[in-house]
């Protein structure tokens, strides 16, 4: 009785499974019809929660594009604080971090263990070196009491000359304003470091079972994954380094 | 089989000889361990089940003291500040804790896979992590509610909950936040299950409309609850830092706060009511022994909907100084979402007539649905024009419209189906006059309950005191007074519910004679659904197909 839906004839599709069972990779799970649905899945559960990822930085990027709009002078002020080489050079890293990530994919899909072992400790290595940049921009920002809260402090704004900055200076009021740009500068960039730190976790993980060999036979979904996630990740630093970075250079200024 | 002037579809295997299923997914595996660590979507449903119930019954005992306060015209139970406490427990836990999850991680964890013909969902682990982070964030907000409780209401209005409340505003946030990804995850499974683990022949359009709702649903888990998380982010570092992004002292906009929360909040309501409407969908079709009028439109409608509801979170900001022409463009849209509502009750209606109608429980918990769910929504359209909400905003007509759809509406959908399909997961009947007697109780505590609100709010009284002048006295009473026989409807389905656990008549595998692939299978079903992949090989909803069936099988027996 159970069985009753199924009096249809075996289709194709059910034929073409049975035929694909033998060769079963033990990742296999039991639910999936096919290994094929299995890595699909994944994949889209994958850029699903990119999505959300999206939607969840989608909310500070639009507290962004509101109080530039509002406040752009000191917008504009506090962003010439921020170091454009570090920023370009942290660019430049993370590409090439990418890159590797990219190329670490291929080898798993063509099974070269060891190539794949050495990509992802350079994406993790370049992953690193953009946190540690990242620490001393921090830092930097720490000494000069750019950090919002109790410590944050206007007066490089408002008397730019006593700091030695070429600068305009900003009225009192406007010059507070800097702080809800450095606020978004540490909402967003320290959400994206998060975000790195949790990449780097899980690439540790990923380099112990490339070596182990678990990507080596066919199953390559937790690496092309991650390369997913790692790529976002990625993305973001690519819209926040000219939002936060370049606010005002372009060829008028 | 059965003689055709009975009242009743209902149709039990012979008590004397029969049996449980001896192999089902309740005694595949034993111990307490097997549960907690269990990939099994039916398993994890059940889980879902006992936490919302155990928080459903804590935001009830709020709403309880609630109305007993209210019983007066003096503030002669509780202080002020207790009483914000009273509403602020009531509201996040029946909406993030109850109404949220309520549908989608029992009914729909349970039914979907096998709905779809699959044998669990796309990703069972992160289907326990999904639990395992509700019942997280409920021990925070119960910690929360322990360690002082929070008074800034559901919304976490700023700059109140930022910068003057001192009780427990950060453990609360962190308590939805948490909360929130339980949320995301399980739509996100749902997405993917949906897309990619349907049986052969399972196109999109024979899908069961109960998983066309619970996908439109899962849109909006997924894009919607993320902001909400980083709106609470920011509160937090707000409260914690000072960082001044909602703060006007530093330069920051209270408004931004609104527009953040809200861009979630508004289609959390169509997340809590979009799988009510699958459950409807179901019941209505069964107890009419009639394929659901209009099926495409009545799935476009909930995609509609999900979309919709993207598009008029500002109608909760009319009177918080938004400009007069945004208000004009999202009053028009929230008129508009009311259109997609309307076309599922106008199909369901058509789908009533000439019907072979049955008033079985479940039957009449959607019947309860529609009426109520209809007052609800017209009362929304009310509200969304400009000149109405100004003079009902912030009084007990907003407290009735949404209860009318939320607890009318949804928790009526929810008990609907725990009916319906209470035979399958736990293959035993409940006791059918005393559920009946449960459901005619619930609507006329409801209505006895929330009908005198709206009169209160016409006539002005505001929401979220304590005390209230002595001449709302009559009305107030009238609603406490429903509030206990809705308390009384709501207890019963909890006894009598549990009794059959044990003393319920065995259901057999389709007592409905529904057409739905969950009611082909054993009741309670095996651990992997299925005995082998289903092909579907008809449209949702074909009672012909259902009777040819069931003719075939006699004939094969004898």
Known sequence: ?253 | MSAPATHTILSLPDQSTAKMPKRHYLNNEDGLLSWLLTGDHKRIAILYLISITFFFFIGGAFAGLIRLELLTPQPDLVAADTYNKFFTMHGIIMIFLFLVPSVPATLGNFLIPIMLGAKDLAFPKINLLSWYLYLIGGTLTLAALVLGGVDTGWTFTTPLSTHYLNTHVLTAATAIFIAGFSSIFTGLNFIVTIHRMRCPGMTWFRMPLFVWSHYAASLLMVLGTPVLAIALVLVALERIAGIGVFDPAKGGDPLLFQHLFWFYSHPAVYIMILPGMGVISEVISTFSRKRVFGYSAVAFSSVAIALFGFFVWEHHMFIMGVSNYSALVFSLLTMLVAVPSAIKIFNWTFTLQKGSITFETPMLYAFGFMGLFTIGGLTGVFLGSLGMDIHLTETYFIVAHFHFVMVGGMLMAFLAGVHFWWPKMTGRMYPESLSKLAAVTTFIGFNLTFLPQFILGYLGMPRRYHAYPPEFQVLNVLSTAGATVLGVGYMLPLLYLGWSLKYGAIAGNNPWQATGLEWQIQSPPITANFIETPVMDHEAYDYEWLEKKTLNEVTTVG
């Open chain 1, 1 to 253: 009785m159970d069985s009753a839906i199924a009096t249809h004839p075996h289709t194709h599709e059910t034929a073409v499974h049975a035929d694909h069972e033998h060769a079963s990779l033990p990742q296999h799970r039991h639910h999936f019809e096919t290994e094929e649905q299995q890595r699909e899945a994944g994949s889209f559960g994958m850029w699903l929660f990119l999505l959300t990822e999206i939607m969840f930085f989608g909310g500070m990027f639009f507290a962004y594009l509101l109080y530039r709009n509002w406040y752009y002078p000191a917008f504009a002020v506090a962003s010439n604080q921020l170091s454009v080489p570090l920023g370009a050079a942290n660019t430049a890293i993370l590409i090439t971090s990418g890159f590797c990530m990219a190329v670490g994919v291929w080898a798993a899909e063509v099974r070269r263990r060891k190539m794949l072992v050495l990509m992802l400790v350079l994406t993790t290595v370049f992953g690193i070196a953009f946190i540690g940049v990242k620490a001393d921009e921090y830092h930097e920002k720490y000494e000069m009491h750019h950090i919002p809260g109790a410590d944050f402090s206007v007066a490089q704004f408002v008397n730019p000359a006593a700091y030695g900055i070429k600068e305009e200076p900003l009225n009192p009021d406007m010059a507070q304003k800097t702080e809800i740009y450095f606020f978004l500068y540490f909402a967003m960039t320290g959400m994206h470091a998060v975000h790195m730190i949790i990449g780097i976790v899980l690439l540790f993980w990923l380099t112990h079972r490339a070596w182990r060999g678990d990507f080596s036979s066919g199953y390559v979904a937790p690496i092309e994954n991650f390369g997913l996630y790692w790529h976002f990740v990625d993305i973001v630093w690519l819209f926040l380094f000219p939002l936060l970075y370049l606010i005002n250079r372009h060829p008028l200024h």
